[in-house]
């Protein structure tokens, strides 16, 4: 987390293109949910609570977190999908203005998340009992924000994995129509990753939906999901730098080839 945490916010590379911003935001909201699932170990480890407010507050970050996560993974599917595509759909549109908009959203979407976890009826909290994060025992309410919460993300996350394995299909037949000509290794680099997480991330959706019951009990159910959900976290943290990463290392080369290209003129333009 830290490596990360450090990787992210102190990277050299000037890279300020939409791809780049969208995958930059999606690691930092899963450093978010690192920092906060490190907390409560802290919480396990000690035996011992904060008051409910400040208790409140962590577990609607941690909230915030995961969900923001989520809909950038949308983003960037969407990203993903018109670039392999190349623009196809709805060409006249300015990409950079519509996705910069997706961005400012995902910010105005975690403020209304941490806005409404933060609501006692909705209360997320860590509880010693379970060993995880579970909604107030003393409220009924919450059950509509749960609701909201899966049925969202579940849905969001089904359209980017059928997105994504289009994707991943086109660029196989792409290779394998014009092998080394546009498509390499790099291409499927920036998928399985992703692709890896929405898959995780819809098992942990679908446990948590028909697995755990609603009044359940069960120590061992809570923990488990609980270790999925740190799980969920770290992969997607690790996810998002190795995306990022790749995306750097390309821009790197782009940057390096035009770099050479101009050098080359101008040595040609002095020559002659």
Known sequence: MLFFSQFLFTSSTNINFYLYKIIKLWGTFAVIQQINHFISSIYTISFSLPPEIILRFFGSTL???????????????????????????????????????????????????????????????????????????????????????NKSTFSILIFCLFIYLNIFFKILLLRTNAPGKHYKCSDIKLLVPALFEIILTLILEILWEYWLEP??????????LNFLYILVSGTNTITSFLILKEVQNTAKTIFNCKKKLTCNRISSVAHY
């Open 215 to 224: 009044n359940s009990e069960s120590r061992y159910k809570f923990v488990i």
């Open 63 to 149: 909230q915030c977190g995961y969900l923001t996560s989520v809909l950038c993974a949308f983003i960037l599917t969407l990203n993903r999908f018109d670039a392999i595509y190349r623009n196809q759909f709805f060409p006249t549109i300015d990409r950079e203005k519509v996705f910069n908009y997706f961005i400012y959203f995902c910010y105005f979407y975690a403020f209304i998340i941490l806005c409404v976890y933060n609501i006692p009826d909705f209360g997320y909290y860590f509880y010693l009992q379970t060993l995880s994060f579970q909604y107030s025992v003393d409220q009924n309410r919450w059950r509509y924000i749960w609701e909201y919460e």
